[in-house]
């Protein structure tokens, strides 16, 4: 953590929008106009083209921008593995895939000198990396700035979600400041470090293997409402001119792999596309709901998607449950009872959940895998079942939720891991009868 990274943070500079056609120089001119690969790039600058989609993919869900960088990517020595630490990546094989409830309370605190590659602790996952398809969970702990060395990963973008501690987020297409009640995605292959803006940082990420996270589509919601696509923002062109050794570490299908270049790899001048990072602040959602009676399918809080090949089948949702309120008349307002073939695992950044009196803690995550039965927990189910209807405001707690079409299987260091609750089940203890029959 250095007060250089937060004075920068306080000073950063977006451009809006989602999915946007951005472009963007740190020095005037660096951009070439009216073609992509001149014969001479301006500045002296190599030009390089990023592609996250297939280059013939339909424009909605073409991703790629073109790099002016001081030099290009490809002069590197070979990469070579090194350990993969505790990240962990689909296919999922090491326990078997679980039908119990788990919940798990925060991870430990890192060992000194942790930064945010090396606090990656993976929790589980499905699908597989080599076939583009599934995503991983993973938590983070880190203390430490990464320093002389970035992380680009080739098997998926990453949805960060700070849960305590700001990030500073340096990538190649320039900076972002994430902190806890914003979200960050890094797209896949773009390479970034992250420095500390507070002592010590805590999240969740999402490692999404599929199709790009894109705005979920509103049907008859109407053209506005759930995130809106200007709350998106994504770097200005910033660059490192720097010939320190730096380190690139590449995760690749499965497997961390290291090359060191001898200069910095941030050295992008200017860019334009659509393969960006990007950062939302999850307080701006505008929440929908029920106004008249029952409990809406909480797919009415989703942020982003990734379809999969079915239309309407997420291979991840992306949900918040942001600050808002509940006037349902004869109404059980909390989140029912149910079994779901979609397999959920939630993270709370800060404060309660509505469905949970205690237990589910803020760092802490719950997994309900495929068909799993939940919802309230006792108390919560009785003192719902009591409450005088009047308008209620929720507004205590920022919880989300990771919601894939394939179950989830735990790695064996979350299966096997002390801060696994293992009496989660006893929430859902002494439910009375109240049948008259
Ligand atoms: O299980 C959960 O808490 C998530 C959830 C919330 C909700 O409002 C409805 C269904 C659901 O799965
Ligand atoms: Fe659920």
Same mark, same amino acid.
């Given at each position: 953590?250095?007060?250089?990274?937060?004075?920068?943070?306080?000073?950063? #500079?977006?451009?809006?929008?989602?999915?946007?056609?951005? =472009?963007? #120089?740190?020095?005037?001119?660096?951009?070439?106009?009216? /073609?992509? =690969? %001149?014969?001479?790039?301006?500045?002296?600058?190599?030009? +390089?083209?990023?592609?996250?989609?297939?280059?013939?993919?339909?424009?909605?869900?073409?991703?790629?921008?073109?790099?002016?960088?001081? @030099?290009?990517?490809?002069?590197? &020595?070979?990469?070579?593995?090194?350990?993969?630490?505790?990240?962990?990546?689909?296919?999922?094989? #090491?326990?078997?895939?679980?039908?119990?409830?788990?919940?798990?309370?925060?991870?430990?605190?890192?060992?000194?000198?942790?930064?945010?590659?090396?606090?990656?602790?993976?929790?589980?996952?499905?699908? !597989?990396?080599?076939?583009?398809?599934?995503?991983?969970?993973?938590?983070?702990?880190?203390?430490?700035?990464?320093?002389?060395?970035?992380? =680009?990963?080739?098997?998926? +973008?990453?949805?960060?979600?700070?849960?305590?501690?700001?990030?500073?987020?340096?990538?190649?297409?320039?900076?972002?400041?994430?902190?806890?009640?914003?979200?960050?995605?890094?797209? @896949?292959?773009?390479?970034?470090?992250?420095?500390?803006?507070?002592?010590?940082?805590?999240?969740?990420?999402? +490692?999404?293997?599929?199709?790009?996270?894109?705005? %979920?589509?509103?049907? &008859?919601?109407?053209?506005?409402?759930?995130?809106?696509?200007?709350?998106?923002?994504?770097?200005?062109?910033?660059? +490192?001119?720097?010939?320190?050794?730096?380190?690139?570490?590449?995760?690749?299908?499965?497997?961390?792999?290291?090359?060191?270049?001898?200069?910095?790899?941030?050295?992008?001048?200017?860019?334009?596309?659509?393969?960006?990072?990007?950062?939302?602040?999850?307080?701006?959602?505008?929440?929908?709901?029920?106004?008249?009676?029952?409990?809406? !399918?909480?797919?009415?809080?989703?942020?982003?998607?990734?379809?999969?090949?079915?239309?309407?089948?997420?291979?991840?949702?992306?949900?918040?449950?942001?600050?808002?309120?509940?006037?349902?008349?004869?109404?059980?307002?909390?989140?029912?009872?149910? /079994?779901?073939?979609?397999?959920?695992?939630?993270?709370?950044?800060?404060?309660?959940?509505?469905?949970?009196? #205690?237990?589910?803690?803020?760092?802490?995550?719950?997994?309900?895998?495929?068909? =799993?039965?939940?919802?309230?927990?006792?108390?919560?189910?009785?003192?719902?079942?009591?409450?005088?209807?009047?308008?209620?405001?929720?507004? !205590?707690?920022?919880?989300?939720?990771?919601?894939?079409?394939?179950?989830?299987?735990?790695?064996?260091?979350?299966?096997?891991?002390?801060?696994?609750?293992?009496?989660?089940?006893?929430?859902?203890?002494?439910?009375?009868?109240?049948?008259?029959?």
């Amino acid at each position: 953590m250095s007060e250089q990274a937060r004075k920068t943070a306080e000073a950063l #500079e977006y451009l809006t929008g989602f999915g946007n056609e951005h =472009s963007s #120089e740190a020095v005037p001119g660096a951009l070439p106009i009216g /073609r992509n =690969s %001149p014969q001479r790039a301006p500045l002296g600058l190599y030009a +390089e083209q990023l592609s996250g989609s297939a280059f013939t993919e339909p424009r909605t869900h073409n991703r790629r921008s073109w790099l002016y960088r001081i @030099r290009p990517s490809a002069a590197h &020595p070979p990469f070579t593995r090194v350990d993969n630490g505790a990240l962990r990546s689909a296919p999922f094989t #090491e326990a078997v895939p679980d039908p119990n409830r788990l919940r798990w309370n925060p991870l430990p605190a890192p060992a000194p000198g942790t930064d945010f590659l090396a606090g990656l602790w993976t929790l589980g996952g499905n699908g !597989d990396v080599t076939q583009r398809s599934g995503m991983a969970i993973h938590l983070y702990a880190a203390n430490a700035d990464m320093t002389d060395r970035v992380f =680009s990963d080739s098997d998926g +973008e990453l949805l960060i979600v700070p849960e305590r501690g700001g990030l500073l987020l340096r990538t190649e297409l320039g900076l972002l400041a994430a902190r806890p009640g914003d979200m960050a995605i890094v797209p @896949r292959g773009v390479r970034f470090r992250v420095e500390l803006l507070d002592a010590d940082a805590r999240g969740y990420v999402c +490692e999404n293997y599929g199709q790009p996270f894109e705005l %979920p589509n509103l049907g &008859p919601i109407g053209a506005n409402g759930l995130a809106a696509a200007r709350d998106f923002q994504a770097p200005v062109a910033a660059y +490192e001119d720097s010939d320190r050794p730096t380190e690139v570490i590449n995760k690749f299908c499965g497997n961390l792999w290291s090359a060191t270049y001898d200069h910095s790899p941030l050295d992008v001048v200017a860019w334009h596309g659509s393969h960006v990072p990007y950062v939302y602040d999850m307080r701006r959602f505008n929440v929908l709901g029920s106004i008249s009676y029952d409990h809406p !399918d909480p797919s009415i809080f989703t942020v982003l998607t990734s379809p999969s090949d079915t239309p309407g089948l997420a291979g991840v949702d992306f949900v918040v449950f942001a600050p808002r309120w509940l006037v349902g008349e004869d109404t059980f307002r909390p989140p029912y009872f149910h /079994r779901n073939v979609m397999s959920e695992y939630m993270g709370l950044i800060e404060g309660a959940y509505d469905a949970k009196a #205690e237990g589910f803690v803020p760092g802490g995550g719950s997994l309900h895998n495929m068909m =799993s039965a939940h919802g309230p927990d006792h108390e919560t189910f009785d003192r719902a079942s009591a409450a005088e209807l009047k308008p209620q405001k929720i507004d !205590d707690g920022l919880a989300f939720m990771f919601e894939t079409r394939w179950p989830i299987t735990a790695t064996a260091q979350a299966a096997g891991a002390d801060h696994l609750q293992r009496d989660y089940d006893a929430v859902w203890q002494g439910l009375q009868r109240h049948f008259r029959g």
